[in-house]
C-alpha cells in the first residue's frame, strides 16, 4: 500500500516538526511553533488536526502546537511522521541529543586513550602537550589514527645513529618516504610533539626540532650564499672560506650543521635580501669585502643556523633589503631571533633613495614607520637601486681581520 500524498501546504510545517524533532530525539517532546500561517496553510493544518483540536486554525495567526499532537494526527492519516520528515527535508533525520551522546563517549574514550598511552605516560610533556591540545580541540576523536603514527615516530627517537627523515618515514609509516614531509598534517603534530619533549619554543623552526632528536632533514636543499666567511680552524668549512676568499660560496644547511663554525672576535658581516648585491660586493671588492651572507628573501634554515652562529659569537650583523612590506617584515624576524641591526634601512634611507630616484616624497612627514611608509609607495623601492651607497659602505667597512683569517 502506497504511502498517503502530502499536503504541499504542510510543508513548512512538517520542516519545522522535523527540526524540533532532531533537536529533542526519539523520544522527547517539544512545542513546534509557526509564525503567522498562510491561508492554505491554515486549511491544511485545521484538516489535519480535526480530530484531537477544537478550535479552528485561523490564517493570519500564529500557531504553537505540541510536536506529539501532530505526529499523531499524521499517523491517524496512515501518514508515518519520519518518512514525512524525510520526505519535505530530503535527508534522513538525525537525533541530536543522541549523537551528542555519542561523541561524549567518544571523546572521553580518546581523552582516557591519550592519557594511557605509552609515549604520553613515559614523557610527560608530551602528554601534557596532548592533554592541551585536546582541551583546545586542536586535536580530536577522528584525528585518532594521525596522533597514533605521530607518537610513532615520538616514541622511536631519538635513534643511536643519525637518520634521514625520509629514511624514518619509510621505516616506520608503511614505507612512504615522504610521509613526514613538510606541509602535512602528520608533520606539524609531530614537530610540535618533539618540540614539546624537548623543551622548544613552539614556534621552532621544524629543522631544528628534528636536529634535536638526531633526525637530518635534507641536508641539501636549504642553502645560503655568503662571501669572505672569517671561519677559523682548520675544520673542512673553514678551510672552504679561506680557499674561495673573493668569491661567493653556496654553504648547505648540511654542511653548516656539521661543520666547525668558529668566528674571531668582533666580527662584523653585512646581509642582503637579493644575490645580486652580494655579486655586485663580489664584482667591485673581491676579497676585499667584509662578510656578507644573502638571505634569498625570507630566510631559509640555513640562513637562520648561520645568523645563530654569528649571534652567539657576539657578532654584529647588519641587513639591508628591498624597500616593502616584505623586504620590512625579514627585517624585523632577524632583529627579534638574532640581534641584526638595520643597515642603511630606515626612513632617511628610504626617503633618500626615493630622492635619487626622482620620486617626489609627500608622505615623508607623515609615517611615523617604516613599516607605513613601505605601505604608502605606489611601488617598491628594490634592493638593487641603491646598490652605490650600500658598495660604499662594504668599501669603507674593509676585508674584517683578513690577516687572522689566513694564519688560522
Not at 589514527?145 to 635513534?159: C, D, K
Amino acid at each position: 500500500m502506497s504511502e498517503p500524498r502530502l499536503d504541499v501546504a504542510l510543508r513548512r510545517a512538517l520542516l519545522a516538526a522535523r527540526d524540533k524533532r532532531e533537536q529533542r530525539g526519539a523520544t522527547r517532546d517539544g512545542t513546534v511553533v509557526l509564525s503567522p500561517l498562510e491561508p492554505d496553510e491554515a486549511l491544511a493544518l485545521d484538516g489535519l488536526l480535526s480530530f484531537s483540536r477544537r478550535k479552528p486554525i485561523l490564517a493570519g495567526r500564529p500557531l504553537r502546537i505540541p510536536l506529539s499532537q501532530l505526529e499523531a494526527a499524521l499517523r491517524a492519516c496512515e501518514i508515518d511522521p519520519r518518512s514525512a520528515y524525510e520526505a519535505v527535508g530530503g535527508r534522513p533525520v538525525r537525533d541530536l541529543p543522541a549523537e551528542r551522546a555519542a561523541a561524549g563517549v567518544t571523546r572521553a574514550e580518546f581523552r582516557s586513550w591519550l592519557a594511557e598511552h605509552e609515549v604520553a605516560r613515559s614523557q610527560p610533556p608530551v602528554g601534557a602537550w596532548l592533554e592541551e591540545a585536546a582541551d583546545q580541540g586542536r586535536i580530536r576523536a577522528d584525528a585518532r589514527a594521525l596522533v597514533e603514527r605521530a607518537l610513532t615516530i615520538v616514541g622511536a627517537l631519538p635513534p643511536v645513529e643519525p637518520v634521514q627523515r625520509t629514511v624514518l618515514a619509510a621505516s616506520l609509516l608503511d614505507g612512504d618516504p615522504h610521509a613526514l614531509d613538510p606541509g602535512t598534517s602528520l608533520h606539524r603534530l609531530t614537530v610540535s610533539l618533539l618540540a614539546a619533549a624537548a623543551g622548544l619554543a613552539d614556534d621552532a623552526p621544524g629543522r631544528e626540532v628534528w636536529a634535536a632528536w638526531n633526525v637530518l632533514v635534507d641536508p641539501i636543499s636549504s642553502d645560503v650564499v655568503t662571501l669572505n666567511l672569517p671561519l677559523l680552524g682548520k675544520g673542512r668549512l673553514a678551510q672552504l672560506a679561506r680557499a674561495t676568499r673573493g668569491t661567493h660560496v653556496v654553504l648547505t644547511y648540511g654542511q653548516l650543521s656539521a661543520g666547525e663554525l668558529r668566528w674571531p672576535a668582533g666580527v662584523e658581516c653585512f646581509s642582503c635580501e637579493n644575490p645580486s648585491v652580494l655579486i655586485a660586493a663580489e664584482q667591485a671588492l673581491g676579497a676585499g669585502c667584509p662578510p656578507m651572507l644573502c638571505t634569498g628573501g625570507r630566510p631559509s634554515d640555513a640562513v637562520r643556523l648561520l645568523l645563530s652562529s654569528l649571534q652567539v659569537s657576539g657578532a654584529r650583523v647588519r641587513h639591508h633589503g628591498d624597500f616593502d612590506e616584505a623586504g620590512v617584515q625579514i627585517l624585523r624576524d632577524l632583529e627579534v631571533r638574532y640581534g641584526v641591526l638595520p643597515w642603511r634601512f630606515d626612513l632617511p634611507a628610504l626617503y633618500e633613495g626615493l630622492r635619487r630616484r626622482g620620486v617626489g616624497v609627500v608622505h615623508e612627514t607623515r609615517a611615523a614607520t617604516l613599516e607605513a611608509a613601505v605601505v604608502e609607495l605606489t611601488s617598491f623601492l628594490a634592493e638593487e637601486l641603491v646598490i652605490d651607497g650600500l658598495l660604499e659602505d662594504l668599501r669603507a667597512a674593509g676585508p674584517h681581520r683578513a690577516e687572522i683569517t689566513r694564519r688560522s
